[in-house]
Structure formats: C-alpha cells, structure tokens
C-alpha cells in the first residue's frame, strides 16, 4: 500500500462474533479507516414497542446468545428502575455473581480465540498444538467457569432463572460454596499459567501509542463494580446514568449497520483495559503484578487481550469471595424469591460491566408496557475508536513499509483486539 494513495478491503475479519468488514483508504497524508458492522439490522428497541414489560428482560437477552447475561440483568434492572421496584439483597447478590461469571467466561474464550496473534500461530489449532500446556489450562478454566455459573443459574445462554426482582431457581449452600472454590481455582490456574504465557505473548505492533486515550467505565468507589448509578471518564468527568445523553452522542453511520458513539465530540473506547486501569487501586498488587509478569502495556489497544486475561483472574477470585460470603451468611441456602409489582409507568436507565465494557439500557414504560427503548453497547462505544487506532495504525505500518498482506492481518488483530460483538452492536 503506497504512503501516497491506495485501499485495501478486509472483508469478514476472522474469529470475531458476528460480521465486520473494514475499508482502508489512503490518499496522500489522509488515511481512513471505516469499520463496518454488515451483520443484518435486527430492530429489537422497535419491535419491543407495546409489549408488557416483565416480556422485555427475556427478549432483549435475546440481543446476542453470547452476552444473554449481562443483556438480561441490564434489562431487569432498567424495568425495576422504571417502575420502582426494589429486589432483596441476595437477589441482587446472586444476579452479581451471574452477571460476573459471564465476563469470566466470555473473555477467557476471547483470549484462547486472539492468542494466534499474540504467539505468531497461524490459528488456534496450530496454538494448541504448539502450546498444549497453556491451551489446556485455559480450556480448563473454562470448564470450571461453566459449572461455578451452572451451581448458580442453571444453564448459561439465556437462563430463566433471573427476572425482574427475582431469583427464580434455589440454590443451597453446597453450590455456593462449591461455586466460590471453583473460581478461585480458575484463578490460581490462570495465574500458574501466566508465566509460561508471557514467554510467548507478543503484540502484533509493540509500542503502538493509542492516538485517542480516553475510556469510559462503572464508577466504583472501593469495590469493582458490575452496576453502578454513574459513568466514570478517564478526564475524571463522572455522569449519572440518568444523564448519559448529555455526554454520549450516537450518530448514524454511513458505512455501517450500527451507531458509533462520541463522548463530548471525541473517540472513546471501553472494555477491559479501560477497567484495569481505572481500578488499579481497587484490584491490588497482585493483579498488579500479572500485568507486568504479560507486561501489559495499557497505553496500547493490542493489550486489551491481556488486560482481559488479568480482568478474569480478578473476577474469579472477586466473585470466589462473594459465593463464599453468600454460603457463610445463608447457611439454609437461598430459596426462589420474588417481590410483586404492579404495572405502572416511569423511566428507568441501567449500567452494567459487560464483557467488552459499559451496556446501557434505558426504558419508557407506560401502564406495564414498553413504550420506547434505547441501547447503546460496548461495541457502538468502540467502534469511532477502532477507526481512529486504525488510521494510526496504518500510517505507522506504511512508514515501516509493511505489504498489503500484513497491513491486512495487522489490522485484522487491532479489530479482534476490541472483541467486538457485532450482533449487539446491530440490536
């Protein structure tokens, strides 16, 4: 790709969930970046319009199979928002643990999936064969991810046994406690792993410097939070959920099936390195100390691979603790619970920590039912800031001379890197 003029298209990246293409323009000393989101439109805050609200929780989770937790909990606590409604402590507790364990799962498979970038493997099976010991492992930790969040909910991909106010399924103290040894297993194997893992961990572009550092994040004061009342920015600007509007502006793109979304008028981005860092006080020296054993370069978009991997071994033991602390106070384990509730009106807006990073959701209800709905995901918050990375990224790789093909591939990587979930960001 000459340093003048050129393009280049990557048509359906690899090895993310769902359909993306991305549009590389060069023209002189302008460089473009379009990231595309092709995945079909599927309309869910409209044809959601008119429905009974206690529906809403159940089908917005429907949104994406892979994030159905955090899409549901999320949608739950906006409808309790919106009408009122004020579930039991161990209800909030046990949709915690839930809502926790799917991060953990979700990015340790996001990890396995990217670690042929990072290792110079052509795919993943060329990866487990030439590190079985590490492929191992991570498989195995997601094992016991699966069956800590099978002792809590049941099955894993769109679970009935959380609602609105409720926890639908009983869980006895042996699952709690059989839950909480499971994770801090998966946290001591995570960690043993690590340093084997670091012998072979590479960004694709070492010392590539994000051109737009700004994050967005929960706000937590000293504990990791999963939900929160208000948004935190990297400038140390917080907003109250209620008033995301005044700071978030989606814009429709001309190039893709899904928003991007701008904070105050500037690329931003979310996820797991937005949350490291912004909880480096909160997560302490141990994590710490991963980071720099994968040497972890925060200031670098690549690194979001790692910081999930750190992020997970965090929240396995977090959430370890809570499931132990749970079967500690509710020693008669916790039986199904619900508070009832009328079907009112009112406005409700939630934020949850997804997987890939904040998940707004923010409802009008109407006499119980759902009168208008907006959504903005990790994904939409990203996606400006993929572009932007890109853009650099390429001026940078046509300054070192690097053929089409590895511009390709590199910015390939730099896409996986953000885990984008296209059939969210196409609700």
Known sequence: MSSQHGSLIIGEVPAVAGHVDVHVESKEATVRVKFSATQDPRFFERFLKGRPSVEVPYVMSRICGVCSVVHLTCSI?????ALGVEPSEE????????????IVQNNLIHVLMSLPDFTGCSDVVSFSKMHQSIFSNLMEANRLALEAHKRICGRFVH???????????PVS??????????????????????????DAWRPPVEGFSDPAPTYCVLNGDERYPLFSSSLLFSDGVTVPVEKYATVIEEIRSPHSNAHYALYRGRAFYTGSRARIQAYSKIIGCEVSVLAKTLSIDFNNPFDNVGAQYVDVVYLSRFLGDLALDLA?????????????YSSGSGEGVATVTAPRGVLIHHYVIRGGRLESANIITPTVMNARH???AGEALVRKLVERGESEENIKNIIAALVRAYDPCLPCSVH
Do not use: M, Q, W
């Not at 209800?91 to 799917?102: D, H, Y």
């Not at 500690?328 to 009832?340: A, C, N, T, W, Y």
């Open 386 to 388: 993929i572009e932007v």
């Open 328 to 340: 500690d106070r509710f020693r008669g384990g916790i039986k199904p619970s619900h508070v009832e």
């Open 173 to 198: 103290r042996y699952e709690l406690e059989t839950a909480g040894k499971l994770l801090h297993t998966v946290a001591r194997k995570l960690e043993e792993t690590a340093s084997d893992l670091a």
């Open 159 to 169: 679970i009935p046994t959380l609602g609105v106010a409720a926890h639908n399924k």
């Open 91 to 102: 209800v909030l507790r046990l949709r915690e643990l839930a809502k926790g364990l799917e």
């Open 77 to 81: 606590n906006a409808v309790e928002k």
